[in-house]
């Protein structure tokens, strides 16, 4: 499978939330396997694949009640709790190898460094601790009496059998706070808790291992670097992909910034959009438990904001002594923890903090790779899209931020010396709250444009896009008791369904004709009286309807959040808005279910597939700018468009000012429309 | 008079007793020391290889030009001990094959002025004051650095003023101690140093103090003593040490404490860079079959070529 395949499908998977109680692989972050404090390991054989095309032969350790112990590299995240008494059976399965039937199958074992009062019983004695002969079993019980990220791997010939993949992560959470790594001051976000265990290997020497041929520790020449078991863009995946079987876990960070809505002069947050005083805490850092278990130490460097060394070996550094760092070096056998919050250093903002006339923007995000493939948006503000040249390939979905994570040894940072690849994955810095989409286009169905365009709702200022209710006139005299009427044209007024119209201070309603110059009226509607009017007399429609339309917003998304922010004036010409103190127009905002009636049932403004959003579900808005969001829990696929219209979404506004004695012309001035959704 | 400032433990692992536990042993007030050293031919004994020729260094004999202790140099060199304060002569006197001056450093140490090498034939003098406790290489650096790379590096170590201290802190209390100078060897380059192509070389020998598992001596500690464990890396890689079923607290690193140490278990000491730890020896095997393995993490387990294991860089700390 082609690189820019797998990494197409980046955007077609629905996100998850972290389970960890129920072992439910969330798409990202450090998955747990099922059990625990007892598990049942196999040592058994498999094979990887590389992003390169090759496949190389390894052994692992791996779960038996998953999947009645299919091989998976690396070995399975085990997770306990402090205090547990954690006990190993593990089955030495190497005597199984009928796809390497030459394979000379060893004794293994488990060792626990950073673990103390290992007991280990059964099996016979090695040189380390107690081993499994083939086809036979060993048993390690202990208790995990501090928390803390730990390896656990062979303590049997370790100069082949951690080269040939015999290892895996060991995390012990505090006891009653799965919410720490170490002590209070170590608290995370459990929903953005990262494993990243690297580890390189020399598939000369694994084919060696395969066919029984000689394993010559000096000969290696390690050929592929991997972080989790994958090497980029493998790496960035999400867990479990279907494509990689024997590899289940990416290692993709992501993260939104930082945003204390309790304190708004949090130096720290961004500005609005991104935070408001309406915002979700997040404040607390993301934990990134980094392991090494390969033999070579190497320089980590974390593109973005740096990250905050907090232990080294499953053993949390004194008060005071933890270190931001942008480049580490992580030792053979080593684990280190970091906390990581992102906060933006200058807020550049398209909004309200544009990068100055004559600074070159930042292309430091670009981050390009092989065949023309970008995670670059487009556009250097976050949560922003722009334009990118023709033929490249964008992986991008909404404007989000992509830092490579890698080893600065930077032939690490390659598979089989072809750059870039390897010991790499990216961390993905979603806009706060979510991702955003801006208007891309409007469409008057009931109404006339005033001034402005879709642009002006793009950004929250003082520009706006204003729609009038659609006028025309009566050619001719109306009598006060007539009740069909012609007009000069229908356009812009609805094609079907009641509406009202004024004529003078009369209100009627129109029952029949819509869409036809010949109007069937009700007279002296909303405590108005029924009057004569003169010939030319100007026909204004009560309401007015228009919409905005979204395109990319990916399936899969959740969350769904519309905020319009606007007003109404009571001009319908000029640029100053004149005030609406009294008899306030009444504003509705909907949004198409596409699988109502498809675009069909969102072409008018009374179309059957515009649902209206929840509450308020509908406000009175004056000559104040009214900002208001609205959520829509859980799938949003129904307010997507799918074929023609993929990724579209459809927001309404409808302005009517019919509750009064006295109706008055007024204008409808939308500042500001977006929507905020959580990415797949 | 006081003890000899330095003790020669060829071929084994230091093992001090601390003078705390020693009845009526007081630390030594400074004193002006003076050791000679020749800079020589020997070898090295290495498990299922032909002894290794390397150079060395050797305590200096009753004969000015080194010639009675020709062909003894050791792997590593004598450990050199010395008190804080003391004030320390190092003379070296250069018996190594013709056409290899000598280049004398420690590093961390400040010399006075005066000469740092000597041609073959001839001897250096470099005096300092052991001014700091702590854990030093000495080393020849001539040569581009092939001395080091043949053997010419040893343990020199600053003991604290209060006995029983591998620093003038409490916490650097100690029970017993043992010095792990960290090489490695290939044996192609040491049999001909002066015309190895060094883009070719391969080290196949990881060695604990000059030796290689299982020729490695057993570190002897018992369950609940404190053991001070002084690495140096007089090789040419960064090196990662693992020990199981204990931590390791990290105190200090190139004789400097650390403002913040920290509990270890994995913990890499830079080529010529030392560093001090002290292990509490726990009670129990913790399932360890024998002892608590100390070994290279980077899979340098074995010897030779084609590699056989076990071996290499490996040694355990077992009771008495």
Not at chain 1, 503 to 525: A, K, S
Not at chain 1, 564 to 570: E, I, L, P, V
Not at chain 2, 17 to 44: F, H, Y
Not at chain 2, 113 to 130: H, Y
Request: glycine content about 10%.
């Amino acid at each position: 499978m082609t690189m820019l395949k797998r990494t197409g499908l980046l955007v077609t998977v629905a996100a998850l939330l972290w389970a960890p109680a129920t072992g439910q692989a969330a798409k990202t972050g450090m998955v747990c396997t099922p059990g625990g404090p007892t598990f049942n390991l196999v040592a058994n054989t498999g094979d990887i694949e590389t992003p390169d095309g090759n496949s190389v032969f390894l052994w692992s350790y791996a779960n038996q009640s998953v999947n009645t112990g299919h091989f998976q590299a690396p070995g399975p995240v085990l997770c306990v709790n402090e205090g547990d008494t954690v006990t190993i059976h593990l089955h030495n399965g190497l005597d199984s190898h009928a796809s390497a039937p030459n394979m000379v199958p060893e004794n293994v074992s488990i060792v626990f460094p950073g673990q103390s009062q290992v007991d280990a019983s059964g099996g016979s004695e090695g040189l380390f601790t107690r081993e499994a002969a083939p086809g036979g079993d060993v048993t390690y019980t202990f208790v995990a009496s501090r928390p803390g990220t730990y390896v656990y791997e062979s303590g049997s010939d370790p100069s082949k059998q951690l080269e040939m993949g015999l290892y895996g992560a060991l995390v012990v959470r505090p006891s009653s706070h799965a919410d720490w790594a170490y002590g209070s001051a170590t608290q995370f976000d459990p929903s953005r808790e990262y494993l990243i265990l690297l580890n390189e290997l020399d598939p000369d020497l694994h084919h060696a291992v395969e066919t029984g041929g000689l394993y010559d520790i000096t000969k290696l020449h390690n050929r592929y670097f991997a972080v989790n078991g994958r090497e980029f863009p493998d790496s960035v995946q999400d867990n479990g992909v279907s494509w990689l079987p024997n590899q289940p876990y990416g290692s993709l960070v992501r993260l939104q910034p930082y945003c204390n809505p309790s304190n708004m002069s949090d130096p720290l947050n961004p500005p609005p959009p991104a935070c408001t005083p309406a915002s979700p805490a997040n404040t607390q850092p993301a934990l990134i438990r980094m392991i090494n278990v390969g033999d070579l130490n190497h320089p980590y460097h974390p593109h973005g904001n740096h990250l905050r060394q907090i232990a080294q070996d499953g053993r949390a550094f004194a008060s005071g002594a933890s270190s931001e760092r942008f480049g580490e070096t992580i030792g053979s056998g080593q684990t280190e923890d970091f906390l990581l919050t992102w906060t933006d250093q200058d807020f550049w903002n398209a909004t309200t903090n544009q990068f100055p006339n004559g600074v070159a923007l930042t292309d430091y995000r670009n981050l390009t790779f092989k065949d023309d493939n970008t995670f670059y948006s487009g556009s250097a503000y976050l949560g922003r899209k722009g334009t990118l040249p023709t033929g490249v390939v964008q992986q991008n979905v909404c404007g989000e931020w992509y830092f490579p994570w890698h080893s600065h040894a930077l032939n690490e940072f390659a598979n089989f010396d072809e750059g870039f690849g390897g010991m790499a994955t990216l961390m993905r810095v979603d806009p706060g709250g979510g991702c955003y989409a801006f208007p891309s286009s409007t469409t008057i169905p009931g109404g006339v444009l005033k001034s402005g365009s879709y642009t002006d709702l793009g950004i929250d200022d003082t520009k706006s896009y204003q729609v009038n209710p659609k006028t025309t006139t009566r050619p001719n005299a109306t009598t006060a008791g007539q009740t069909s009427i012609t007009v000069a044209s229908a356009s812009g007024f609805p094609a079907s369904g009641n509406y009202f119209i004024r004529i003078d201070n009369e209100v009627l309603q129109v029952t029949g004709g819509q869409g036809t110059t010949t109007w069937t009226v009700q007279r002296g509607q909303l405590g108005t009286t029924g009057a004569a009017h003169l010939s030319g007399a100007v026909i204004t429609a009560l309401a007015n309807d228009w919409y905005a339309g979204f395109t990319s917003v990916p399936t899969g998304s959740q969350n769904l959040k519309v905020t319009y922010k606007g007003k109404n004036c009571a001009n319908t010409t000029g640029t100053t808005c004149t005030l609406i103190a009294s008899n306030l127009p009444q504003q509705t905002v909907k949004i198409c279910n596409w699988t109502i009636a498809g675009a069909t049932g969102c072409s008018t403004a009374t179309s059957s597939g515009w649902v209206t959003l929840p509450a308020p579900q509908s406000q009175p808005v004056g000559s104040t700018d009214v900002s208001t969001t609205w959520t829509l829990p859980g799938s949003a696929n129904a307010y997507i468009g799918t074929g023609s219209n993929k990724g579209q979404v459809r927001v309404l506004v409808h302005t009517q000012r019919w509750t009064a004695s006295s109706p008055t012309p007024f204008s409808t001035w939308g500042n500001f429309m977006q929507l905020v959704y959580d990415a797949p | 008079m006081r003890k000899n400032a330095y003790r020669r433990i060829p071929q084994t692992l230091a093992l001090v007793v601390a003078a705390s536990l020693v009845i009526g042993v007081t630390a030594a007030s400074p004193a002006n020391q003076t050791i000679n050293l020749c800079a020589t031919t020997g070898t090295v004994s290495l498990p299922g290889h032909d002894p290794v020729p390397i150079w060395g260094f050797v305590l200096k004999g009753a004969e000015a030009d080194c010639s009675d202790v020709a062909d003894t140099a050791t792997l590593p060199g004598p450990e050199l001990r010395f008190d804080e304060g003391d004030v320390v002569t190092l003379s070296v006197t250069n018996a190594l094959p013709d056409d290899h001056t000598i280049s004398i450093d420690v590093p961390g140490l400040h010399f006075e002025p005066g000469p740092t090498d000597a041609d073959v034939g001839s001897t250096v003098s470099r005096t300092f004051t052991a001014s700091a406790p702590g854990t030093y290489l000495y080393e020849s650096v001539g040569d581009g650095e092939r001395q080091t790379a043949m053997g010419l590096y040893g343990a020199l170590i600053v003991r604290s003023a209060t006995s029983g201290q591998a620093y003038d802190t409490s916490a650097s209390a100690y029970d017993v101690e043992a010095r792990l100078v960290l090489s490695a060897i290939d044996p192609a380059f040491n049999a001909d140093p002066d015309h190895f192509d060094m883009r070719t070389y391969l080290a196949t020998y990881w060695l604990i103090n000059g030796k290689s598992y299982p020729d490695t001596d057993v570190i002897h500690a018992s369950a609940g003593q404190k053991l001070l464990l002084r690495y140096l890396n007089a090789g040419h890689d960064n090196t990662t040490m693992a020990l199981l079923g204990m931590d390791e607290n990290v105190l200090a690193r190139d004789a400097h404490l650390l403002p913040n140490a920290f509990d270890a278990h994995a913990e890499t000491i830079p080529a010529g860079a030392t560093e001090d730890v002290i292990a509490t020896v726990p009670s129990g095997s913790s399932g360890l079959t024998h002892g608590f393995p100390l070994y290279n993490r980077q899979l340098h387990l074995g010897n030779g070529a084609p590699s056989a294991s076990p071996g290499g860089m490996m040694t355990f700390i077992q009771a008495p």
